[in-house]
């Protein structure tokens, strides 16, 4: 006599309802807190990238730093009082870290509860959802696109890092705002050398990491963009409060409201 199997589905873990869950730690809090860095962060980089300089006239260039939310300075003269020069080059780095795959994994978390955290249940309205196959979340498929020209701003804040301290005219100027400066433009570049796509377009569509000397230097340097991407989290929150800290202290020097300590060689 034969029997007919049973076929098992897999269930899941997540209890069903937003929120519900089995879990016992305190999983809400990592969101929790990301939520709220990140809309401060983002709140304050919109306001001073957009809005400070054409609605106040708060200057961005001041003694020698440029904020960088305005790197490269492009056509500053040229562009109405009401629009911000930053308008020009900020939809560069806010397209990479918008469709950065650590921080969509993130908002996706905290903004859109989708699913709040791995193991806790969703709301039911997602189940029609699509995911990143339909418009618009498929248009984060282009952010290998971003990277590429994330690379543009990053030479130039490089640029400007180093013109903090050796292109002042009366010598080499160690300020704060110069030290400040170099962390910032280090911490972005260990994001953007930390990314998911760059790894890939290293190492990836290889069949072979040793038949040809280019295919071993492809994947020496794919070894070394992976120690970096182990840490890709940490790259994109450091990064992403350094460059808030930065451009805060170039306002508050254009302000008035603090002094750049400095030592002049
Ligand atoms: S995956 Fe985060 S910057 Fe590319």
Redesign the pocket.
């Known amino acids: 006599m034969t029997t007919t199997p049973t076929v098992l589905k897999p269930a899941g873990t997540a209890a069903r309802g937003l929120g519900r869950t089995n879990r016992r730690d305190t999983w809400w809090v990592a969101p929790g807190i990301q939520a709220v860095l990140f809309t401060v962060c983002a709140t304050y980089l919109f306001f001073s990238g957009i809005v400070w300089n054409p609605l106040f006239g708060t200057p961005y260039l001041v003694d020698g730093y440029l904020s960088p939310l305005f790197s490269p300075l492009l056509f500053p003269d040229a562009l109405p009082r009401f629009i911000s020069p930053g308008l020009l080059i900020l939809w560069v780095p806010l397209g ?1 870290r918008a469709t ?4 969509r994994k993130a908002y996706y978390r905290f903004y859109f509860a989708d699913p709040p955290g791995c193991a806790v249940g969703e709301p039911s309205v997602h189940r029609g959802y699509k995911m990143e196959t339909a418009f618009p979340f498929i248009l984060q498929n282009i ?1 290998r696109y971003f ?1 590429y020209l994330a690379f543009i701003p990053l030479t130039f804040l490089w640029i400007d890092a180093f013109g903090a301290v050796f292109g002042q005219s009366g010598g080499v100027r160690v300020g704060l705002g110069g030290v400040l400066f170099f962390v910032n433009v280090t911490l972005l570049t260990g ?1 953007s050398l930390s ?3 760059l790894r890939h377009v290293v190492g990836g569509r290889l069949d072979c990491f040793s038949c040809t000397r280019r295919q071993q230097v492809r994947y020496g340097l794919w070894q070394r963009l992976t120690d970096l991407n182990r840490h ?1 989290m940490a790259w ?1 929150w450091a990064s992403l409060i350094s460059v808030t800290l930065a451009d805060l202290y170039v306002r508050l020097l254009a302000l008035g409201v603090i002094a750049d300590p400095a030592i002049r060689l």
């Open positions: 990479f950065c795959y650590y921080y952010h990277l994001y990314c998911h796509s890709h994109a």
